[in-house]
């Protein structure tokens, strides 16, 4: 009887073991999901920021392609 209790007592030390790195294994994987989370939208959070200011650039570029247009033109009618 006492080998079956220390049989029980063996495995329930080894689950109890178990268990304990199971806990561990989840709570390192919830850390590594928060900080891939985190980054994640800092990626986003940038890519949005850029992605307007590159259209600011772009209508900016293309004010001053029409403005220089206009003036090509004037000089072209005042040689004329």
Excluded: C, P, W
């Excluded at 495995?11 to 994987?29: A, D, H, N, P």
């Excluded at 850390?31 to 920021?49: A, F, P, S, V």
Aim: net charge negative.
């Amino acid at each position: 009887m006492t080998e079956l209790s220390q049989l029980k007592d063996t495995y329930r030390v080894q689950s109890e073991v178990f268990v304990y790195e199971i806990r561990k294994l989840e709570e390192t994987m919830i850390k590594g999901l928060d900080n891939l989370t985190i980054r994640t939208q800092k990626i986003n959070y940038i890519t949005e920021d850029h992605g307007v200011k590159l259209n600011l650039h772009t209508s900016n570029l293309t004010e001053l392609f029409g403005r220089t247009k206009l003036a090509e033109e004037g000089i072209d009618d005042l040689r004329r």
